[in-house]
């Protein structure tokens, strides 16, 4: 069944229409959120396991925890790629390993610059 003009123009309004609601709910619960917050102090309170809290709880944090954690991901999810691809292994062929092996050197390049750029050093 090939689409027709009016299939097109009702997806082509969905497509338009969809950024543009999301961002008016986004703006409607921002202000029923920020009505609701204003009518309790202790909304904007942190919150620490039912305890009085002690001290801002706007601390700055090394932006070496935020390197590691983006690499972490990112082998993260290299093994989310790898495990499927080692269960098929045999049913794909040598296409896919030359895929993979290539996926792989991508990533190993992308260590490699991080390495060289000192973002693994501990300081």
């Given amino acids: 069944m090939q689409p027709s003009l009016g299939h ?4 082509a309004i ?8 999301i961002v008016a709910l986004a703006l409607l619960l921002t202000k029923v959120l920020k ?5 309790r102090k202790t909304a904007s309170d942190s919150y620490e396991s039912g305890m009085v809290p002690i001290g801002d709880a706007w601390i700055k944090y090394h932006i070496q925890y935020y390197m590691y954690a983006l690499i972490f991901v990112i082998f993260d999810v290299e093994a989310v790629f790898v495990y499927p691809w080692a269960v098929v292994f045999r049913q794909v062929g040598l296409y896919a ?4 092996v290539l996926f792989i050197a991508i ?17």
């Fill in 97 to 100: 390993l030359a895929e993979i």
């Fill in 35 to 39: 009505t609701a917050r204003n009518q």
């Fill in 107 to 123: 990533l190993g390049a992308g260590l490699a610059y991080a390495w060289r750029r000192g973002a693994l050093r501990w300081q």
């Fill in 8 to 11: 097109i123009a009702l997806f």
């Fill in 14 to 21: 969905v497509a338009a229409a969809m950024p543009g609601g």
